[in-house]
T-cell receptor
Framework: ELKVEQNPLFLSMQEGKNYTIYCNYS?????LYWYRQDPGKSLESLFV?????AVKQEGRLMASLDTKARLSTLHITAAVHDLSATYFC???????????FGKGTRLHILP | DTGVSQDPRHKITKRGQNVTFRCDPI?????LYWYRQTLGQGPEFLTY????????KSRLLSDRFSAERPKGSFSTLEIQRTEQGDSAMYLC????????????FGEGSWLTVV
């Protein structure tokens, strides 16, 4: 059974700092997703990563995938308050159409 | 392309009543998913459709839950004889079939069972 673990689960950081969220998964996968969720809102798609070594960047967020280590990272550069949200990774197993979510990382950026 | 829409957005119901949620996916998306999310947790997979065929149901989905997608367009999720443990946000999502396509989520339907 596929398990997805994120850490940390909660992160409070100062504006302007850099930090990384980690997503580990337990079985072979062919796709990994990162989503953002604001309180009381739905999930906004950030990145879809499909191959080993894939790296995608959007603004201050950069996501990477290492399929051999079964690890994805979401790196935040020079954090700003607007990035405060909960970030989820979700993983799809090969030949399985659904995706399984981690518990999320609640990010709080202090001004 | 108006996105995935869900209705109602909020529902308060008494224990034992039946509730139904509707999801309209992005037009022409052939895959439709239902997830459930409780406070402080990640979304949990419930079921999904490809066109009108329901291809997988989670073990979490008890016999009180049923989902349909009769013409391969909109979908309904019905919960019979609601229990307090059913209180959650029910999320619908849609995508094109094929690995690696973005899965787009709706705003969710909040259910409170009192």
């Amino acid at each position: 059974e596929l398990k997805v673990e994120q850490n940390p689960l909660f992160l409070s950081m100062q504006e302007g700092k850099n930090y990384t969220i980690y997503c580990n998964y337990s079985t072979t996968s062919d796709r990994l997703y990162w989503y953002r969720q604001d309180p009381g809102k739905s999930l906004e798609s950030l990145f879809v990563l499909l191959s080993n070594g894939a790296v995608k960047q959007e603004g201050r967020l950069m996501a990477s995938l290492d399929t051999k280590a079964r690890l994805s990272t979401l790196h935040i550069t020079a954090a700003v308050h607007d990035l405060s949200a909960t970030y989820f990774c979700a993983v799809g197993e090969i030949r399985d159409d659904k995706i399984i979510f981690g518990k999320g990382t609640r990010l709080h950026i202090l001004p | 392309d108006t996105g995935v829409s869900q209705d109602p957005r909020h529902k308060i119901t008494k224990r034992g009543q039946n509730v139904t949620f509707r999801c309209d996916p992005i037009s022409e998306h052939n895959r439709l998913y239902w997830y459930r999310q409780t406070l402080g947790q990640g979304p949990e997979f419930l079921t999904y459709f490809q066109n009108e065929a329901q291809l997988e149901k989670s073990r979490l989905l008890s016999d009180r839950f049923s989902a349909e997608r009769p013409k391969g367009s909109f979908s309904t999720l019905e919960i019979q004889r609601t229990e307090q443990g059913d209180s959650a946000m029910y999320l619908c999502a849609s995508s094109w079939a094929g690995g690696g396509n973005t899965i787009y989520f709706g705003e969710g339907s909040w259910l409170t069972v009192v």
